[in-house]
């Protein structure tokens, strides 16, 4: 039995564009591992706030960026809305955030247990983030500063592939999907 390539969409809320970053990066590896490229895999980035369809895809990595422990709104609303299809598929979820050496703050997000289990989702990565002054508004610069939080680019674009390598031998195992042929 052969079916179709995998298709993954990567989906995340992104408050000031490096969520969106990561997942644009995390769709290129998961089509460029070595599992997407034997199996011809595809995945596409879209803001969640585009509300992609779930069912078109075979399986979906749903993220956010984190805030005060949290999810950003946007994120947790599709995962309510599309529980449904998303169950029906393999998800993993992302968490954007943690920033600094030793990255701050430590803590998962307090809503990602409940999502893990409410889309019975394979995993959860929680990958660092960016904190960029120029791009935060006056209330959000006057809180890092009285955090002494932390100002840079904290992501981890190795940690990233590596995580897109395992999700993507795992995804075409799940799915049974054969080697696409090889073009002579």
Do not use: C
Request: charged residues 25%; glycine residues 8%; hydrophobic residues 40%.
């Amino acid at each position: 039995m052969t079916i179709d390539p995998p298709r993954v969409l990567v989906t995340v809320a992104s408050k000031h564009g490096a969520t969106m970053e990561l997942a644009s990066a995390l769709a290129r590896a998961l089509a460029d591992s070595d599992a997407g490229r034997r199996h011809g895999l595809s995945a596409v980035a879209l803001p969640v706030e585009r509300r992609p369809n779930p069912g078109d895809f075979d399986a979906i990595v749903l993220g956010s960026g984190v805030y005060a422990g949290r999810w950003l709104e946007p994120a947790r609303h599709y995962a309510a809305d599309q529980a449904t299809a998303l169950r029906k598929r393999p998800v993993w979820l992302l968490s954007s955030g943690p920033i600094g050496e030793p990255p701050f703050p430590p803590d998962e997000p307090h809503d990602v247990g409940p999502l893990v289990a409410s889309l019975r989702a394979r995993g959860h990565r929680v990958l660092p983030g960016r904190l960029d002054k120029r791009l935060l508004g006056i209330g959000e610069r006057a809180m890092i500063t009285a955090m002494r939080a932390p100002v840079g680019d904290f992501r981890d674009w190795d940690d990233l592939r590596d995580w897109a390598e395992e999700m993507a031998a795992e995804l075409v195992d799940v799915l049974s999907v054969q080697p696409s042929p090889v073009p002579s």
